[in-house]
């Protein structure tokens, strides 16, 4: 986990990054919205953080609202940082990202957002240790 946190502060425009707990994950379960399946698939991985950015973060690499079957759907993305680790990521609701605020006492700024980011963190076969 460490090099991952490490891996995360170092990119340009990440302020915070915070490991969420199996009971936060939990939570967040409970009160994110059903059309955000981003996040759902985020939780299922066998780890998560999140992080908190900035503009000065780059873009996304998809698009963060598509519509199927008529309906308005928040995708999951891939997380090109953490790539090697089957990493995807998702913006949370506003009412999980309140949440996170609250639970972590992260930055309110306007122009600061936070993403969920899950991943597996050793793939098997990796020699990767965290």
Known sequence: MDKVIKTLNAVRGILDVKVLSKEDKQKIFELEK???????????RKSAVIIVHDSEFRDPVGDLVVVKEGKVVFPVLEFPELGYMNSVSSSPSQEVHDFLVKRYGLKRDKECATIVIGFDEELPGSSHRS
């Open 34 to 44: 059903e059309e955000n399946v981003g996040v759902f698939e985020c939780l299922k």
